[in-house]
T-cell receptor
Framework: EAGVTQSPTHLIKTRGQQATLRCSPI?????VYWYQQALGLGLQFLLW???????NRGNFPPRFSGRQFPNYSSELNVNALELEDSALYLC?????????????FGPGTRLTVL | DQQVKQNSPSLSVQEGRISILNCDYT??????FLWYKKYPAEGPTFLIS?????DKNEDGRFTVFLNKSAKHLSLHIVPSQPGDSAVYFC????????????FGKGTLLTVNP
């Protein structure tokens, strides 16, 4: 069974630009989660999508947005990039959005903002 | 406010010995706990989980213990192997925030041959 996949692996942008990150969940999983791991910080919850809807978001500005497609893949968009957006962005998927559904992570996208 | 804390940034053990990684939490509403292992430049890999209705869960060399009264959990790895060297994250969910995991900052485990 294929795991969670993310693209691109690395992304370099300049301040003010927009970044788009993509995630494909494990087959059969309907929930997709996005997390940010900035240097020196732990993993911070960003967004949760389930069945095509945004179910909740973490404490991040509206510049961070995304969507989930009918095939359950997901996109994370970061607008008006700032230097502090440089981080590893991790996508995870689970069967459903219940607290006992284990989240499985992809390899991440390393975003660098210059 | 850090709801999940891993107070030891690093731990070094000898191959074959036991590794014990600790985690404390403050939110009494958490009811599901997980441990992930992470290598550099990779995403976290799920290791083992435990529900709050249990106090122990075993999977091969990995055992997680949960002490709800102390709001403490630990991961035991026996015997430790050099390939276990990685950052270990403790995570928790539940209590109305069941859509997300709250992570500790991780403990770097080094297993020396």
């Amino acid at each position: 069974e294929a795991g969670v996949t993310q693209s691109p692996t690395h992304l370099i942008k300049t301040r003010g630009q927009q970044a788009t990150l993509r995630c494909s969940p494990i087959s059969g999983h309907t929930s997709v989660y996005w997390y940010q791991q900035a240097l020196g910080l732990g993993l911070q919850f960003l967004l949760w999508y389930d069945e095509g809807e945004e179910r909740n978001r973490g404490n991040f500005p509206p510049r961070f947005s995304g969507r989930q497609f009918p095939n359950y893949s997901s996109e994370l968009n970061v607008n008006a990039l700032e230097l502090e957006d440089s981080a590893l962005y991790l996508c995870a998927s689970s069967r459903q959005g219940r607290d006992t559904d284990t989240q499985y992570f992809g390899p991440g996208t390393r975003l660098t903002v210059l | 406010d850090q709801q999940v804390k891993q107070n030891s940034p690093s731990l070094s053990v000898q191959e074959g010995r036991i590794s014990i990684l600790n985690c404390d939490y403050t939110n009494s509403m958490f009811d599901y706990f997980l441990w992930y292992k992470k290598y550099p430049a990779e995403g976290p890999t799920f290791l083992i989980s435990i529900s709050s209705i249990k106090d122990k869960n075993e999977d091969g060399r990995f055992t997680v213990f949960l002490n709800k009264s102390a709001k403490h959990l630990s991961l035991h790895i026996v015997p430790s192997q050099p390939g276990d060297s990685a950052v270990y994250f403790c995570a928790a969910s539940g209590g109305g925030s069941n859509y997300k995991l709250t992570f500790g900052k991780g403990t770097l485990l080094t297993v020396n041959p």
